[in-house]
């Protein structure tokens, strides 16, 4: 690596270590840093939640899922753009309303304090799945990281996993949520750049080479199909599975912070313009990049379809832009792994230790107890990345399976069943979460993806068991305190 790029890599931390020292000062107490202090613009917000759920899976593992698919990996995107569509659209705005009756710090609170005696199993339930799903989530980006430096550069695996997990846990530490979101502002630009330059060069090249036509039906008329040569039912099949994350996004700790996050409503207006933007752009551009390098490429010819993106640009782009390029997938990761361990924090910190233990801290106590563990959680993500030998999109797609399945329905049913149980969230719960667990080692249920049919499953369970067993007297306003004097 020549000094030129060392340079750009040493400016950039620069830039990040200042970000997370001034917001270190800021901080006073945890609400300031899990969900800030200060009003930050909707638009800043609804970038860094896009820059936080577009990590290394989207750049890697979209890429290379659109390689192995062709024209019908278009499903995979159309589901999660519809889920943003749904989030800016009405989620935002309804689950702020909701969190402002009873403002709390992290997605555990917010569904724990509003069920009374089932309180506390709820609160451990909720924090366990979220530490454990999350770290797999986090690992797969450090994964990620290893793999783009190993195939533009050549430089080890695991030393590179070590450097990105050092940084992003030190900024991240620093300056908690605060810094986590005007990082990723930065670190949203570079990627912008890598996913317009990077399928702009590769399309000239399609085109030079026969178009798009030419090059897909080279690998296969699958390959050109929508449904990817099913038919009805299987086509359906196909459309609902690569649709599947849509129902994700309710459960995601990460995503539910940054709406914590918004002061006034009005943000959600301009956070709304700011997301759906930006989503067309990545989304398209991911698109874009595993469709040409089919074209490109051909089918099967990567082992490993996850390092199509890097080997584009390294066969597609000069130098300097490769660089750049490779600073856009090390800003996807960097991140989204950062605010998924200030979630896996918050969840232990707030919810195990301070509210399920009664663990009482002082403000200051309790702030340098969070950094601390923060550390310790990176640790943890890398021990784990370390030992994992999964693709990227499997690890993702696992851990979203996870969370979304389990957390998702759990949150609709807080916000819009009014007959809604403790023991009904229970049920949900561990139906969620244990389907995950088990749905790959069920053969009749594997034409359907563990997404979606986890998600709706879960869902069902919570409502019937809450009919069953309702509440007795007991109100879904909490009697728990916004975190007391704990902050």
């Given at each position: 690596?020549?000094?030129?790029?060392?340079?750009?890599?040493?400016?950039?931390i620069?830039?990040?270590?200042?970000?997370?020292?001034?917001?270190?000062?800021?901080?006073k107490?945890?609400?300031?840093?899990?969900?800030?202090?200060?009003?930050?613009?909707?638009?800043?917000?609804?970038?860094?939640e896009?820059?936080?759920?577009?990590?290394?899976?989207?750049?890697?593992?979209?890429?290379?899922?659109?390689?192995?698919?062709?024209?019908s990996?278009?499903?995979?995107?159309?589901?999660?753009?519809?889920?943003?569509?749904?989030?800016?659209f009405?989620?935002?705005?309804?689950?702020?309303?909701?969190?402002?009756?009873?403002?709390?710090?992290?997605?555990?609170?917010?569904?724990?304090?509003?069920?009374?005696?089932h309180e506390?199993?709820?609160r451990?339930l909720?924090?366990?799945?979220?530490?454990?799903?999350?770290i797999?989530?986090?690992?797969?980006?450090?994964?990620?990281?290893?793999?783009?430096?190993?195939?533009?550069?050549?430089?080890?695996?695991?030393p590179?996993?070590?450097?990105?997990?050092?940084?992003?846990?030190?900024?991240?530490?620093?300056?908690?949520?605060?810094s986590?979101?005007?990082?990723?502002?930065?670190?949203?630009v570079?990627?912008?750049?890598?996913?317009?330059?990077?399928?702009?060069?590769?399309?000239?090249?399609?085109?030079?080479?026969?178009?798009?036509?030419?090059?897909?039906?080279?690998?296969?008329?699958?390959?050109?199909?929508?449904?990817?040569?099913?038919t009805?039912?299987?086509?359906?099949?196909?459309?609902?599975?690569?649709?599947?994350?849509?129902?994700?996004?309710?459960?995601?700790?990460?995503?539910?912070?940054?709406?914590?996050?918004?002061?006034?409503?009005?943000?959600?207006?301009?956070?709304?313009?700011?997301?759906?933007?930006?989503?067309?752009?990545w989304?398209?551009?991911?698109?874009?990049?595993?469709?040409?390098?089919?074209?490109?490429?051909?089918?099967?010819?990567?082992?490993?379809?996850?390092t199509?993106?890097?080997?584009?640009?390294?066969?597609?782009?000069?130098?300097?832009?490769?660089?750049?390029?490779?600073?856009?997938?090390?800003?996807?990761?960097?991140?989204?792994?950062?605010?998924?361990?200030l979630?896996?924090?918050?969840?232990?910190?707030?919810?195990?230790?301070?509210?399920?233990?009664?663990?009482?801290?002082?403000?200051?106590?309790?702030?340098?107890?969070s950094?601390?563990?923060l550390a310790?959680?990176?640790?943890?993500?890398?021990?784990?990345?370390?030992?994992?030998?999964?693709?990227v999109?499997?690890?993702?797609?696992?851990?979203w399976?996870?969370?979304?399945?389990?957390?998702?329905?759990?949150?609709?049913?807080?916000?819009?069943?009014?007959?809604?149980?403790?023991?009904?969230?229970?049920?949900?719960?561990?139906?969620?979460?244990?389907?995950?667990?088990?749905?790959?080692?069920?053969?009749?249920?594997?034409?359907?993806?563990?997404?979606?049919?986890?998600?709706?499953?879960?869902?069902?369970?919570?409502?019937?068991?809450?009919?069953?067993?309702?509440?007795?007297?007991?109100?879904?306003?909490?009697?728990?305190d916004a975190?007391?004097?704990?902050?």
């Open positions: 690596m020549n000094k030129g790029i060392l340079l750009i890599v040493a400016a950039y620069v830039v990040l270590a200042c970000i997370g020292v001034y917001f270190n000062k800021r901080n107490n945890n609400h300031d840093f899990y969900v800030t202090r200060d009003r930050i613009p909707g638009w800043a917000i609804a970038i860094s896009r820059a936080t759920t577009s990590s290394s899976w989207m750049m890697l593992g979209g890429t290379g899922a659109v390689y192995t698919m062709g024209i990996g278009l499903w995979l995107f159309f589901g999660l753009y519809l889920s943003l569509i749904i989030y800016w009405w989620f935002a705005k309804a689950f702020k309303k909701e969190n402002d009756k009873n403002p709390q710090l992290t997605l555990t609170s917010f569904i724990a304090a509003r069920w009374g005696s506390k199993i709820i451990l909720c924090a366990l799945i979220i530490a454990v799903f999350y797999i989530y986090a690992a797969s980006n450090l994964v990620g990281a290893g793999k783009t430096v190993n195939s533009l550069f050549g430089y080890d695996v695991v590179t996993m070590i450097v990105v997990a050092v940084i992003i846990t030190a900024y991240a530490a620093l300056g908690g949520l605060g986590i979101i005007y990082n990723d502002l930065i670190q949203a570079i990627m912008c750049f890598a996913l317009i330059v990077l399928p702009i060069i590769a399309w000239i090249q399609v085109f030079q080479n026969g178009g798009l036509s030419a090059g897909l039906s080279a690998s296969g008329p699958d390959y050109m199909a929508l449904f990817g040569g099913l009805t039912g299987s086509a359906f099949l196909l459309v609902f599975n690569q649709s599947s994350y849509i129902w994700g996004n309710f459960g995601m700790d990460t995503v539910t912070r940054k709406v914590m996050a918004i002061k006034k409503n009005e943000d959600i207006k301009s956070g709304r313009v700011a997301g759906l933007v930006t989503g067309f752009l989304y398209g551009g991911v698109f874009s990049i595993g469709i040409t390098g089919l074209c490109l490429y051909g089918a099967g010819t990567f082992e490993d379809p996850e199509l993106f890097p080997t584009m640009v390294n066969d597609l782009l000069p130098g300097g832009l490769s660089v750049l390029v490779l600073c856009g997938v090390i800003a996807a990761i960097m991140s989204t792994c950062a605010d998924q361990l979630a896996v924090t918050g969840a232990i910190s707030v919810d195990i230790v301070q509210r399920v233990f009664k663990v009482q801290m002082g403000e200051r106590t309790a702030l340098f107890f950094k601390a563990l310790l959680v990176g640790v943890a993500t890398f021990l784990f990345a370390l030992n994992s030998g999964d693709l999109m499997n690890m993702v797609s696992f851990a399976s996870g969370m979304g399945s389990s957390l998702g329905p759990v949150v609709l049913m807080t916000m819009l069943d009014k007959k809604a149980s403790g023991v009904g969230m229970i049920a949900a719960l561990i139906a969620g979460a244990g389907l995950t667990l088990v749905w790959s080692r069920l053969a009749f249920l594997a034409a359907v993806d563990v997404k979606f049919g986890a998600f709706f499953i879960a869902l069902i369970v919570g409502v019937i068991v809450s009919r069953l067993a309702p509440n007795k007297g007991v109100s879904q306003e909490s009697d728990v975190e007391g004097g704990n902050w």
